[in-house]
């Protein structure tokens, strides 16, 4: 998907009613897609970009998480560990088509579908400059900010 468009799109929020891609245009964008809000991985991961957060709004960087969760569980999450970025509602699995990042995966012995760890950033044009698919959470947001850092 490197070097793509992204076509607009619009999910429900936190702490806003619906997040819109487009009025985004004098950023570049670090979308995150994670599994599930408060499993381990994914609490370490939206730790690891809220601690770092401060660092890429400076490199002119914004960061969103998307994942299937309602907004009352991101709300929880967000506020439990006190993520500066909005969590986006991908219920019905629109945007998570559109970026390919539902697989079957085995999760205790048994095939499920979900969505892969992957991370997308988009430039100031709505162009994706980089991705990461099937990674682990620790250390990555760290790369991802070495990464933006140079657009």
Known sequence: MSNQAVPDFTL?????????LYPIRNQSLVIYFYPKDNTPGCTAEAQQFRDLHAAFQKAGSEIVGISRDSIKSHENFKSKFTLPF?????????????????KQKMMYGKQVRGIERSTFVLDHNGIIRKEWRGLKADGHAQEVLAFVQTL
């Open 86 to 102: 909005a969590l986006l509602s991908d219920a019905e699995e629109t945007v998570c088509t559109l970026f390919g990042v539902m």
């Open 12 to 20: 429900p929020a936190t702490g806003t009613a619906v997040f819109t």
